[in-house]
C-alpha cells in the first residue's frame, strides 16, 4: 500500500507542477497581448518630438556655399573614400567612418596610422549640430573634416599633400574647378614643397613655416575646399525611420492597433521609462535623440589615462581656431555665425563634459561613450542607473533607481531605434 | 431645474475659464525683485523649440508703465532643478525703442522648467528680475 501511497503523490506533484507551468504561460501570455496603457496627451507630444518626421529641414550652412551641391556632395563622397588622402595611401574617412556600421568602426578607440585618443563617432545626422567631435572643438562639419587629415594618428598627411592630390588628378582637377574655379599652380617646388603644413612632423612644418603668407593662404584655401566638399557629402547622411518612428505615426494616426503589433509591450514599457522615469530625454531629445550639447555623465577614464577635460579644454582653441565660422576660410558673414558669436565660455558644467550622441541605430554601434569605454548597451544603462559621483566636475545624472527588468526594457526599446541609413543606396559606398 | 443646473454648470464653466486665461496672462508678466521694473519677453519662434538658437525682444517698463530706454542688460539662466545654467551666452544686441530690446542667441537643450535672470542697469540701480518659463 505504500507504494500506492507514493504514486498518487508523485500524481498529485505532477499535476501541481504542470498547473506552476501553465500558470506561467498563461502570465507571459497575458502580459505579452494585454493592451499597453494608453498614452497621455503629454506623452504623445515627446513621442511626436522624437519622430523622425519632425525633424526640421536642414538649415543651410553661411559657411560653406558648397553645402548644399550635388556636385561637390558627389566629389566628397569620392574624396571620403580615396586613400590618396593619407600619409601612407591606405587611409581614408572611410577607414574609421564605415558605412556598413553606421560610419562608426565598432572600436574602442580608432586605428588608423595610429591610434586616436577618442571613440570613432557617427557621421550621421551630425549637419544638425552647432559642434563637431566629443568635445565639440570645431563648429562646421567642413572645419571638423580637415582635423584627422592632418593628425599624425589618423590620415598623417599635410595640406599641401591633399591640395596637390585635388590638382595633379585629372578628373579632380576639373570637377574642382567647375565648382570653385581655377586651382593655384602648384608646379614650382621652390613655392610650394611636397609636403608641408603646421603639422607635428618637424621637417613638413618647416617646410610650412619657409612658405611665404601667399603661398601658404592658397594652400589652405584648396585645403580648406577639401573639406567643404566632404562636408557636402556628409551632410546628406541622414538616418532612415524606424520601427520606433512607424509606432508613433500610428499613434498620431489614432491607429492604436497597428502600433500594438509594431512594438511589444516591453518596448513600449521601455519607451516609457525611456521619456518618463529614467530621464533620458533630457539630453536625447529631439528627432536625432541628441540635444548635441556638453554633459559630464561621471565617466571612468580609460584604464591608465586620467580624466579627459572635455569641453572645457577647447573652448578657447575654438574661438581662435582659423577654420571657424568667423575665419577668413569661412563663406559666412560674422553675423550668420550664431553658435559661436553667443558660445558660452566659462561654466563648471563644461569640466568633463561631451557631446550628446545621437541614440539612433546605437544598437549598431557598440562600444559607447567618448573612449569606447563601455562594451554594451546594459552597461550604458547601469552606468546611468548609478550614477556615481564624478572624478572631475559634476555628473549631471542622479541615480534612477530602476529595476534590472526596466533596463532591459530600455534596452529593447532602444533597439526599435535600428534602421538603414535614408538613401542609404547612393550616399553609404564608395562613389 | 435641470435647465438651472446645466445653466449653473455652463457659467462654472465660462467662470473656470477666464480665471484660467486671466492666470495665463497674468504669468506673462514678471516684476523685478523689489517691483521696480515691469518684464515681459517675446521669442521671434512659437512654441520656443529645443535645441534652436533664436532671437527675443525683451520689454521693460517701470512699475508706472513708462518704458525703460538704454538699460544695461546681463542674461543668464538655466534650470533650477538640474542645477545647470543655458548652453549659449544670449546677448542684449539693439535697443529697439519703446522699452523693448533684441536678445540674441538663446537656446534651451531640455525640454521642462527654465529660469531667466535678467540683471537691469540704468545709472546707478540695478535690479533683477527672474522669467520662469517651461519648454
Not at chain 1, 262 to 286: K, M, P, Q, V, W
Not at chain 2, 41 to 58: F, G
Not at chain 2, 66 to 82: C, N, R, T, W, Y
Amino acid at each position: 500500500m505504500v507504494s500506492t501511497d507514493n504514486s498518487g503523490r508523485k500524481r498529485v506533484g505532477l499535476l501541481v507542477l504542470f498547473a506552476f507551468i501553465a500558470l506561467i504561460i498563461l502570465l507571459k501570455w497575458w502580459s505579452d497581448n494585454r493592451q499597453a496603457a494608453p498614452w497621455t496627451a503629454q506623452e504623445l507630444v515627446i513621442l511626436e518630438s522624437l519622430w523622425l518626421k519632425s525633424l526640421p529641414p536642414l538649415a543651410e550652412d553661411p559657411s560653406n556655399l558648397v553645402a548644399d551641391s550635388l556636385q561637390a556632395a558627389k566629389l566628397g563622397q569620392q574624396i571620403f573614400f580615396d586613400t590618396r588622402f593619407s600619409a601612407n595611401g591606405q587611409i581614408s574617412c572611410a577607414s574609421c567612418h564605415q558605412p556598413q556600421k553606421y560610419f562608426t568602426d565598432g572600436l574602442n578607440k580608432a586605428l588608423a596610422i595610429g591610434q586616436t585618443a577618442r571613440h570613432t563617432p557617427s557621421i550621421v545626422g551630425t549637419a544638425y549640430s552647432p559642434w563637431l567631435y566629443w568635445d565639440g572643438r570645431k563648429d562646421s562639419q567642413w572645419a571638423q573634416a580637415l582635423s584627422p587629415m592632418e593628425d599624425p594618428a589618423e590620415h598623417g598627411g599635410n595640406r599641401m599633400l591633399y591640395a596637390r592630390v585635388i590638382s595633379s588628378d585629372e578628373s579632380y582637377r576639373k570637377e574642382y574647378e567647375d565648382i570653385f574655379g581655377d586651382i593655384p599652380d602648384f608646379s614650382d617646388m621652390s613655392l610650394f614643397p611636397i609636403n608641408a603644413g603646421p603639422v607635428s612632423n618637424a621637417e613638413w612644418h618647416l617646410a610650412w613655416q619657409m612658405m611665404s603668407e601667399t603661398s601658404q593662404d592658397l594652400v589652405n584655401q584648396v585645403f580648406t575646399n577639401i573639406g567643404k566638399l566632404l562636408a557636402a557629402y556628409e551632410r546628406r547622411l541622414m538616418p532612415g525611420e524606424s520601427r520606433f518612428d512607424a509606432y508613433v505615426e500610428s499613434l498620431l494616426r489614432g491607429d492604436a492597433a497597428t502600433g500594438q503589433s509594431l512594438l511589444s509591450n516591453d518596448e513600449i514599457n521601455g519607451l516609457r521609462l525611456f521619456i518618463g522615469e529614467a530621464r533620458c530625454t533630457e539630453c536625447h531629445n529631439g528627432p536625432l535623440f541628441t540635444n548635441n550639447e556638453f554633459h559630464n555623465t561621471g565617466l571612468l577614464p580609460s584604464p591608465g589615462e586620467l580624466p579627459d577635460q572635455g569641453r572645457s579644454r577647447v573652448v578657447q582653441q575654438l574661438l581662435e581656431d582659423p577654420f571657424n565660422c568667423l575665419g577668413p576660410y569661412s563663406d559666412a558673414s560674422s553675423d550668420r555665425c550664431t553658435e559661436l558669436n553667443y558660445m558660452r565660455t566659462e561654466m563648471i558644467e563644461l569640466i568633463g563634459a561631451m557631446r550628446t550622441p545621437t541614440l539612433r541605430n546605437i544598437s549598431n554601434t557598440a562600444p559607447y561613450m567618448h573612449k569606447g569605454q563601455i562594451d554594451n548597451l546594459a552597461e550604458v544603462l547601469e552606468h546611468y542607473n548609478r550614477a556615481e559621483l564624478a572624478l572631475i566636475g559634476h555628473n549631471e545624472a542622479e541615480p534612477l533607481g530602476l529595476s534590472s527588468t526596466q533596463l532591459q526594457q530600455i534596452e529593447l526599446f532602444l533597439k526599435t531605434l535600428e534602421a538603414p541609413l535614408a538613401e542609404s543606396q547612393e550616399w553609404g559606398q564608395p562613389f | 431645474m435641470k435647465k438651472f443646473k446645466s445653466l449653473l454648470s455652463q457659467l462654472a464653466a465660462i467662470l473656470f475659464l477666464v480665471l484660467a486665461a486671466s492666470d495665463l496672462a497674468a504669468q506673462e508678466v514678471w516684476e523685478s525683485i523689489s517691483g521696480f521694473y515691469i518684464v515681459s519677453y517675446s521669442s521671434k519662434v512659437t512654441p520656443i523649440p529645443i535645441n534652436q538658437i533664436h532671437q527675443w525682444v525683451l520689454h521693460i517698463e517701470t512699475a508706472d508703465g513708462e518704458p525703460v530706454s538704454d538699460a544695461k542688460l546681463d542674461i543668464q539662466g538655466g534650470m533650477p532643478l538640474h542645477d545647470h545654467g543655458l548652453p549659449t551666452n544670449p546677448v542684449a544686441t539693439e535697443y529697439l525703442g519703446e522699452g523693448n530690446y533684441l536678445i540674441e542667441g538663446i537656446r534651451f537643450h531640455m525640454m521642462g522648467d527654465w529660469e531667466i535672470t535678467l540683471e537691469i542697469s540704468q545709472g546707478n540701480i540695478t535690479e533683477t528680475a527672474l522669467i520662469h518659463l517651461r519648454i
